[in-house]
């Protein structure tokens, strides 16, 4: 079955950065995309980007342009978010999600890493 | 960047009773690419609805989606006890780059 493992949570200081982690199993890694959403505490979801685990790919949301990386390490299936220059207000819980193969929402999910922005 | 709207808020309602959930876009959703998502407290988003209408693997019949261009709309037939969460709908671009946002929310509870 499809599982989407995602590393545990982090508590940065403003201005530091964060690598959040997301192992792909149940299906090939290299067929299909990971986007990730967000969601700050008590809000709604809010989409990052994705990348292609086939090319690498990107496609980011203009607000994070400049702060956020997307990779992959297709021997591991393992995806990662990078954010950079954190801030207060990105605290949240960072989702990976599988993109589907026919439009950019998730058909799986990851269970959601809190990362925690506090000085 | 296309804005959604999710009408109501919040809908209280009894199991057993039908939920109608309204999803309005700013403009036109190209090729109907909405999807509706299921989120429970302390949990991730689990998809309900692709393509406007389209159930995705293992979701019950009594969810449906419909809906074109700027008004779509998700029903839930009879509402169960595991049904009552927060009920998110997405737009998604046609094309790889294309941009994707989500609605606010509905909030469905027990009455």
């Known amino acids: 079955q499809v599982q989407l493992v995602q590393s545990g949570a982090e508590v940065k200081k403003p201005g530091a950065s964060v690598k959040v982690s997301c192992k792909a199993s149940?299906?090939?890694?290299?067929?299909?995309?990971i986007s990730w959403v967000r969601q700050a505490p008590g809000q709604g979801l809010e989409w990052m980007g994705w990348?292609?685990?086939?090319?690498?790919?990107?496609n980011y949301a203009q607000k994070l342009q400049g702060r956020v990386t997307m990779t992959t390490d297709t021997s591991t299936s393992t995806a990662y978010m990078e954010l950079r220059s954190l801030r207060s207000d990105d605290t949240a819980v960072y989702y990976c999600?599988?993109?589907?193969?026919?439009?950019?929402?998730?058909?799986?999910w990851g269970q959601g890493t809190l990362v925690t922005v506090s000085s | 960047e296309i804005v959604l709207t999710q009408s109501p808020g919040t809908l209280s309602l009894s199991p057993g009773e039908r939920a109608t959930l309204s999803c309005r876009a700013s403009?036109?959703?190209?090729?109907?690419?909405l999807a509706w998502y299921q989120q429970k407290p302390g949990q991730a988003p689990r998809l309900l609805i692709y393509?406007?209408?389209s159930r995705a693997t293992g979701i019950p019949d009594r969810f449906s989606g419909s809906g074109s261009g700027t008004d779509f709309t998700l029903t839930i037939s009879r509402l169960e006890p595991e049904d009552f969460a927060v009920y998110y709908c997405?737009?998604?671009?046609?094309?790889?780059?294309?941009?994707?946002?989500f609605g606010p929310g509905t909030k469905v509870d027990i009455k």
């Open positions: 999600a599988r993109r589907s193969f026919y439009g950019d929402y998730g058909d799986y």
């Open positions: 149940g299906y090939t890694f290299t067929s299909y995309g």
């Open positions: 990348i292609s685990a086939y090319n690498g790919n990107t």
């Open positions: 403009q036109s959703v190209s090729s109907s690419y």
């Open positions: 393509g406007a209408s």
């Open positions: 997405q737009q998604y671009g046609s094309s790889p780059r294309g941009g994707v946002t």
